[in-house]
């Protein structure tokens, strides 16, 4: 388990993902009762830890809310690439 404190920022999501890749174990709990902040950056990389199996305890409402709005504005972002249709030719 990882008990995380204070702020979650870019700086600290590079740490973070340096330490967690060196987990071997799969079943990872990222605790984040004593976070106080997280920016952006960190919104988006706990929705990704969560998205790779990682549990997140502890996680605060207006972080899991601001998770799901991140997930639900790159969904259809990652549809309209998906299904967009090549450049044409300039004849």
Same mark, same amino acid.
């Not at 952006?40 to 790779?52: H, I, K």
């Given at each position: 388990?990882? #008990? /995380?404190?204070?702020? #979650?920022? +870019?700086? !600290?999501?590079?740490?973070? !993902?340096?330490?967690?890749?060196?987990? &071997?174990?799969?079943?990872?709990?990222?605790?984040?009762? @004593?976070? &106080? /902040?997280?920016? %952006?950056?960190?919104? /988006?990389?706990? !929705? $990704?830890?969560? +998205?790779?199996?990682? &549990?997140? +305890?502890?996680? !605060?409402?207006?972080?899991?809310?601001?998770?799901? %709005?991140?997930?639900?504005?790159? $969904?259809? %972002?990652? /549809?309209? @690439?998906?299904?967009?249709?090549?450049?044409? +030719?300039?004849?």
């Amino acid at each position: 388990m990882f #008990i /995380l404190s204070g702020r #979650i920022d +870019a700086q !600290a999501t590079g740490e973070l !993902a340096r330490l967690l890749e060196l987990q &071997t174990d799969r079943d990872v709990v990222v605790d984040l009762r @004593h976070v &106080t /902040l997280v920016a %952006r950056e960190g919104v /988006l990389f706990l !929705a $990704r830890c969560e +998205a790779d199996g990682m &549990t997140l +305890a502890n996680c !605060a409402r207006y972080v899991r809310e601001w998770m799901e %709005r991140e997930n639900d504005y790159e $969904r259809p %972002r990652e /549809l309209s @690439h998906r299904f967009r249709q090549p450049p044409r +030719a300039s004849e």
